[in-house]
């Protein structure tokens, strides 16, 4: 998915280094950037958020309206107005148009958000936020490529020990960059949100999902040999394929390719094995697309 640079300016509101207890905060979880994690106090009664310079909160995005939205705080209760922005606000994956924020919820300002936390506990919600953003990708929840890369040498060098097998899927979404062109960012995101929800669903405890760049996505099985990974990688082709996403009035039809490595417990180094999956993977995408090849 193609990358934009852009950046949160904050005007009347500044980033602190502390919340006081029981105060609120939005903490910026998405896009990934070197400010992500930014910590921002709600201490006026109203804020107003968007794309123009005569506002409290200024996100420099093009998917943000000028005047985009407005928080408006009562007694220790939060409200979040959309102010008839052109690509909506949301919380929690729904469209708005005023909502009462409660601890934990997800505010999405065009394609940026925001997580809101509030309350007694807000400085060790903070925290542990942080320490998600490190582990966690902001817009799917799966896990990020850092937290991949260690996850897999873990489990090669467990395997190398024990003889036991590991699989490792790799799959990417087909003509993606046609779908953001033709339906824009915001429906791509939420794509790449939604495809993640499904897979979860087949996702084990010892397994791992992950976000590999883009719209490129692994899936570490533990104790999967090859005919097991490639049921399983079959299983979330069907699962993608088999009902169209919709976003904002938009239905569309999306498909993955799909490549495996499998090792029994043969010495490999993560390099190796994560080469072998992606050669399979464009094996798929060579041999027509929405295919599996392992």
Same mark, same amino acid.
């Given at each position: 998915?193609?990358?934009?640079?852009?950046?949160?300016?904050?005007?009347?509101?500044?980033?602190?280094?502390r919340?006081?207890?029981?105060?609120?905060?939005?903490?910026?979880?998405?896009? !990934?950037?070197?400010?992500?994690?930014k910590?921002?106090? =709600? &201490?006026? %009664?109203?804020?107003?958020?968007? #794309?123009?310079?005569?506002?409290?909160?200024?996100?420099?995005?093009?998917?943000?309206?000028?005047?985009?939205?407005?928080?408006?705080?009562?007694g220790n209760?939060?409200?979040?107005?959309?102010?008839?922005?052109?690509?909506?606000?949301?919380?929690?994956?729904?469209?708005?148009?005023?909502?009462?924020l409660?601890?934990?919820d997800?505010?999405k300002?065009?394609?940026?958000?925001?997580?809101?936390?509030?309350?007694?506990?807000?400085?060790?919600?903070?925290?542990?936020?942080?320490?998600?953003?490190t582990?966690?990708?902001?817009?799917?929840? !799966?896990?990020?490529?850092?937290?991949?890369m260690e996850? =897999? &040498?873990? %489990?090669?060098?467990?395997?190398? #020990?024990?003889?036991?097998?590991?699989?490792?899927?790799?799959?990417?979404?087909?003509?993606?960059?046609?779908?953001?062109?033709?339906?824009?960012?915001?429906?791509?995101?939420?794509?790449?949100?939604?495809?993640?929800?499904?897979?979860?669903?087949?996702?084990?405890?010892?397994?791992?999902?992950a976000?590999?760049?883009?719209?490129?996505?692994?899936?570490?099985?533990?104790?999967?040999?090859?005919?097991?990974?490639?049921e399983?990688?079959?299983?979330?082709?069907?699962?993608?394929?088999?009902?169209?996403?919709?976003?904002?009035?938009?239905?569309?039809?999306?498909?993955?390719?799909?490549?495996?490595?499998?090792?029994?417990?043969?010495?490999?180094?993560v390099?190796?094995?994560?080469?072998?999956?992606?050669?399979?993977?464009?094996?798929?995408?060579?041999?027509?697309?929405?295919?599996?090849?392992?």
């Open positions: 998915m193609a990358s934009e640079d852009w950046k949160t300016r904050i005007t009347k509101v500044s980033a602190v280094s919340t006081p207890e029981g105060s609120a905060c939005l903490v910026w979880i998405y896009p !990934a950037d070197a400010e992500m994690g910590r921002l106090k =709600l &201490e006026k %009664e109203e804020l107003t958020i968007g #794309r123009g310079s005569d506002v409290d909160i200024t996100i420099d995005r093009d998917s943000v309206s000028r005047r985009h939205a407005k928080i408006v705080q009562s209760q939060y409200a979040i107005i959309d102010l008839g922005s052109t690509n909506g606000t949301y919380v929690n994956d729904e469209p708005i148009s005023e909502r009462t409660r601890d934990g997800l505010v300002i065009g394609n940026a958000i925001y997580k809101f936390l509030s309350g007694g506990n807000v400085e060790s919600a903070y925290h542990e936020e942080i320490y998600k953003l582990i966690i990708d902001g817009l799917t929840q !799966a896990h990020n490529k850092r937290y991949f996850f =897999l &040498e873990r %489990e090669l060098a467990r395997v190398s #020990r024990t003889g036991r097998p590991l699989t490792l899927v790799m799959f990417d979404i087909d003509h993606f960059k046609v779908i953001n062109d033709t339906h824009g960012h915001l429906t791509g995101d939420a794509i790449l949100k939604d495809l993640c929800t499904r897979i979860f669903t087949t996702v084990r405890k010892d397994e791992l999902l976000r590999y760049g883009g719209e490129e996505f692994v899936v570490v099985l533990p104790e999967a040999n090859h005919e097991g990974g490639l399983f990688a079959e299983r979330i082709r069907h699962l993608v394929e088999a009902e169209p996403f919709t976003f904002e009035g938009d239905t569309i039809r999306v498909t993955i390719s799909v490549g495996t490595a499998t090792t029994m417990g043969e010495t490999v180094t390099t190796q094995f994560i080469k072998e999956a992606d050669d399979n993977l464009y094996a798929a995408k060579r041999g027509g697309r929405n295919m599996v090849v392992g």
